[in-house]
């Protein structure tokens, strides 16, 4: 596609329910990045794969939250037993191999009730 | 680490006057500085970037941004506000790597409204 397509657009969680959020970058592009981005913020770094490798994920908030990128394009974003502070707009962003200029998708907006 | 701090969350301005966005950097090596621009319900669109080579960077919508090393600030400017201009603003800053990209770390944002 032209652009980074994130899915579901929305989605709304029970608590404690999983959920898993994908992400399909721009054709070619190698790098590939998940933010959070809570109510009036800024996005917050997640995670970051090369390829299909995952290079930093300093910014997973706790074990439950699991990222993958298994043949280095499609990267999906699993949150295991969704709590309420989990209610975010979840942004994918993908570029070239060097952060000058990364897209970013519309983003997943979760809710958990 | 790096880290932006954008000055006021939210700037209002009358339709064709001058907008000026603030942000400071912190950065320990020589970083790349990002303008984004987030509309309702939408991701990130790239307003400009500034990559270590001209300081006075141009960029999309008639937004301009100038690196000054001496004041670690990078604001974001615009000589006349239209009304298509209201959105939230991030600036963001990375740090250059040969080998691999680099996380891009955001500030918290300033939300520009205009005034007709």
């Known amino acids: 596609g032209a652009g980074v397509s994130q899915s579901p657009r929305y989605k709304v969680a029970k608590r404690g329910q999983d959920v898993a959020l994908r992400c399909d970058p721009i054709s070619g592009h190698v790098s590939l990045f998940w933010y959070q981005q809570a109510l009036g913020q800024g996005p917050e770094f997640l995670t970051y794969f090369q390829n299909e490798a995952q290079l930093d994920k300093s910014g997973l908030p706790s074990d439950r939250f699991f990222a993958e990128r298994p043949e280095g394009s499609v990267s999906t974003l699993k949150i295991q037993r969704t709590q309420q502070e989990d209610s975010a707009v979840y942004l994918c962003?993908?570029?070239?191999?060097?952060?000058?200029?990364?897209?970013f998708g519309q983003g997943t907006r979760l809710t958990v009730v | 680490a790096q880290s932006v701090t954008q000055l006021g969350s939210h700037v209002s301005v009358s339709e064709g006057a001058l907008v000026l966005l603030r942000c400071n950097y912190s950065s320990s090596v020589p970083p790349y500085l990002f303008w984004y621009v987030q509309y309702p319900n939408q991701g990130l669109q790239l307003l400009l970037k500034y990559t270590s080579a001209a300081t006075l960077v141009k960029g999309i919508n008639g937004f301009e941004a100038e690196f000054k090393k001496s004041e670690t600030s990078f604001h974001l400017t615009k000589p006349s506000a239209h009304m298509s201009d209201a959105a939230e603003y991030f600036c963001?800053?990375?740090?250059?790597?040969?080998?691999?990209?680099?996380?891009?770390?955001f500030g918290s944002g300033t939300r520009l409204s205009i005034r007709p």
């Open positions: 963001a800053v990375s740090v250059p790597r040969y080998s691999s990209a680099s996380k891009i770390i």
């Open positions: 962003a993908s570029s070239l191999e060097k952060v000058t200029e990364a897209f």
